[in-house]
């Protein structure tokens, strides 16, 4: 978890400057390593069978006693194990976040992001030097089978923490029946909504290799015969019919607003009269929080640095939507989910 400066190391660091601050950036980066190695090699639901000592910890797991000392000690000091006497145990925040939780699924944030970090921001200072990237980020995430669901893992945590709040906030007229799922996808999002909506029947529309990951959740919920999933490119592929909904979820960052204003065209070219868009997506500016603020921000330039995104104000977003011809815009934010914005609106008549 984030080490927490006591008060008089935040006056030091945050008020007086008597302290180089960079030292908790670096904190936080030795942290997650910790964290990261700890899921690798099961230190948490060791500790769950029952609270253990370094040397029966590493008896269980195989290791060299000195080391797994070390390493709960680290641990400890960040809050994810606490120690008595010299026995280890989970904390709550560890069991809540690590342990058994379908909708946080530490493991495959772990695995994408470790791999991530060490070879794609390796190319930062050449990406912002010539603003070319020596890889497309999509066939990298797709290199691997294991590489590629751990990212897709990724985006499932998001719809399953996030995901029951959107399908309340999205409010259909009544017996809706068609629903677009734009690069939906896992397809969790579309699972989420026919579940909310008896009646509707989605078309998830993305690569085969992202349908793949979609296909064991339709059936897992028992949706096969009202979601189909269709493999293309959002460009390419005609997006048939009169829609209840369109989502464009985690999309518009992908794409210039020129971009956009084409893609949101195509949305608007799809509805029915009255036919609503809905777009989740990280929002920059008047963002409560300083954490939330900095978080935005950093994943703004991640998405630079992998693939050429951005994130929009939300100025920018309302224009865009008035501009491609959209009415009743409105913004919903997301407990779970800080700096990331729920947008829906109407197609204008």
Not at 174 to 201: I, N, Q, W
Request: glycine residues 8%; charged residues 20%; proline residues 5%.
């Amino acid at each position: 978890m984030p080490i927490q400066p006591a008060l008089l190391e935040r006056l030091a660091f945050y008020r007086l400057n008597a302290a180089p601050a960079v030292i908790l950036d670096l904190a936080g980066a030795l942290a997650y390593q910790a964290l990261s190695v700890a899921v690798e090699l099961g230190v948490f639901p060791a500790l769950e069978a029952r609270p253990r000592t370094a040397a029966e910890l590493a008896q269980v797991l195989d290791l060299e006693t000195h080391g797994v000392a070390a390493l709960l000690e680290a641990l400890a000091s960040t809050g994810y194990v606490a120690k008595r006497d010299s026995n280890y145990a989970n904390t709550a925040l560890t069991r809540k976040w690590l342990l058994d939780n379908e909708a946080f699924d530490t493991e495959a944030l772990v695995a994408f992001w470790d791999e991530a970090v060490r070879e794609l921001w390796a190319f930062a200072p050449e990406v912002l030097r010539t603003g070319e990237r020596p890889y497309d980020f999509y066939e990298w995430v797709e290199a691997t089978p294991k590489r590629y669901h751990s990212y897709q893992q990724t985006l499932v945590m998001t719809a399953l923490n996030v995901g029951p709040q959107i399908a309340r906030k999205i409010a259909l007229p009544a017996g809706p029946t068609r629903l677009l799922d734009v690069g939906g996808g896992h397809g969790m999002f579309s699972v989420l909504l026919c579940e909310r909506y008896p009646e509707l029947h989605a078309t998830v529309l993305d690569s085969p290799a992202a349908l793949g990951e979609a296909a064991g959740h339709v059936a897992e919920h028992g949706l096969a015969d009202r979601i189909r999933l269709q493999p293309g490119d959002l460009w390419q592929a005609p997006w048939d019919g009169e829609f209840d909904l369109i989502l464009l979820f985690n999309l518009l960052h992908h794409f210039d607003l020129e971009t956009n204003a084409r893609l949101l065209a195509k949305a608007a070219g799809a509805l029915k009269p009255g036919g609503q868009v809905a777009i989740l997506d990280q929002v920059a500016g008047r963002i409560p929080g300083a954490a939330a603020n900095a978080f935005i921000r950093l994943i703004a330039l991640q998405y630079y640095l992998f693939a050429d995104g951005r994130v929009f104000t939300r100025d920018e977003l309302n224009g865009l939507l008035a501009r491609s011809g959209f009415a009743g815009i409105q913004f919903h934010s997301l407990a779970q989910a800080p700096g990331t914005s729920l947008i829906t609106a109407r197609r204008a008549a």
